[in-house]
């Protein structure tokens, strides 16, 4: 993977066209990463973009459940689980 800057990316278009043709590319600003460009073929768009959401997806359940299990929630049983859904909604409905 290489890094490139905001900066690179505006004045070098084409320059960066051609890296990510070759390469996934970690985008930076103020030296910190921002963004990964992924270079795709016309063909593999969607699936591309499919998986790409699925990754994203799955790191956020991951966080949710290292954040369950900081709190101790993980050890909940299927009724107290139920109970908190249950107390969750019927305040949506009374806001």
Do not use: C, W
């Not at 699936?47 to 909940?76: F, P, V, W, Y």
């Amino acid at each position: 993977m290489k890094f490139l800057s905001t900066r690179d990316l505006r004045n070098r278009p084409g320059y960066v066209r051609e890296l990510a043709r070759e390469d996934d590319l970690v985008l930076t600003a103020n030296g910190k990463p921002i963004a990964i460009l992924v270079g795709v073929e016309d063909d593999e768009f969607e699936e591309t973009a499919r998986a790409i959401r699925q990754a994203k997806a799955q790191r956020a359940l991951s966080r949710m459940r290292r954040h369950a299990a900081r709190r101790g929630l993980d050890r909940l049983s299927s009724p107290a689980v139920d109970a908190e859904i249950r107390a969750v909604r019927s305040k949506r409905k009374s806001a």
